[in-house]
């Protein structure tokens, strides 16, 4: 009977233990799938994810490079039209500087062909004098505030006024120069 008894407790010890581990199983979800429907990933679907990220990665920052890129590229335009603009307005200043002192000695020559007349400018206009505080006063070549400089003025300056002209007064100094300035700084 012994051998009985042995048998009979072995084979229960086989059942509870297949109950047991059907049991596990079917908790942990090994037998028949997780339990939770959300986790059904499977190794392969896991290397397609990480393929596909690691694509989307390197799209990314090939996407980010060719922004980059396009930035400094368009950085570079910027600073060559910057330097193309700077050289034109330094042509523009040369050209200018150039033709007043081509000028110059013609106004000279005028100024002295010009005595009597600047003698009755005299009378008419009168002498005025520059008054501006801090810094000379821009000389413009016509009667416009926003006209070509051609020299400036400084304060205390004794000048002729030859003329008067939409706020602006044309006025010789006394080294000859003739030019426009700002009403509102000419005193007399």
């Known amino acids: 009977m012994k051998l009985k008894n042995v048998l009979i407790a072995l084979a229960i010890a086989v059942v509870v233990g297949l109950a047991l581990g059907s049991i596990i199983a079917y908790t942990s979800g090994a037998l028949f799938g997780p ?19 690691s694509d989307l ?13 396009k930035a400094l590229s368009d950085a570079e335009k910027e600073s060559k039209k910057a330097d193309q603009s700077t050289s034109e307005k330094k042509t523009k200043t040369q050209k200018t500087e150039s033709t007043t002192s081509q000028s110059q000695p013609q106004q000279a020559a ?17 002498s005025a004098t520059i ?4 810094a000379d006063l821009n000389m413009r070549a ?5 006209a070509t400089i051609v020299g400036s003025v400084s304060n ?20 000859g120069r003739q030019a426009w300035v700002a009403q509102d700084y000419v005193n007399g």
């Open 156 to 175: 205390g300056t004794q000048v002729t006024v030859l003329d008067r002209a939409n706020g602006m007064v044309h006025i010789q100094t006394g080294d």
């Open 142 to 146: 016509a009667a416009d505030p926003s």
């Open 110 to 126: 005028n100024t002295q062909a010009a005595a009597p007349q600047q003698q009755q400018a005299q009378a008419g206009g009168g």
């Open 35 to 53: 339990k939770d429907p959300l986790v059904t990933a499977s190794s392969s679907d896991v290397e397609t994810s990480l393929v596909n990220a």
């Open 131 to 134: 008054n501006v505080q801090g």
């Open 57 to 69: 990665e390197n799209q990314q920052k090939k996407e980010d490079r060719a922004k980059a890129e």
